[in-house]
């Protein structure tokens, strides 16, 4: 076999990283972005991969309670950082 479950997964977050870019440089061409928003768009996009990335690999090394655990203790937080973002960048003007 060719690839393993740890080059799928650089791969797909690789894939996600760039969609994370890509969907927060297209608001901020559409809204008036603030520097607290570009901040906090940043953490949550960068939180929200290290939790894909933590959870993938607890799964890997068959360690499925630390996987559940990641997603409980990064996933909400970096959800609660997008929700906020979202929130931030739809009450600012548009350009």
Known sequence: ???????????????STALGAFILFYYAKIY?????S?????????LSL???AW?????????????GMGLIIFGIPS????????RMVLKSERK
């Open 32 to 36: 008036i972005f603030k520097w607290s």
């Open 79 to 86: 959800l609660i950082l997008l929700f906020i973002t979202r």
């Open 55 to 67: 959870s993938w690999s607890s799964i890997l090394e068959k360690e499925p309670q630390a996987a």
């Open 50 to 52: 290290f939790t894909i």
């Open 1 to 15: 076999m060719i690839f393993k479950g740890i080059e799928i997964m650089f791969y797909l977050l690789g894939i």
């Open 38 to 46: 570009w901040v906090l768009g940043i953490l949550a996009i960068l």
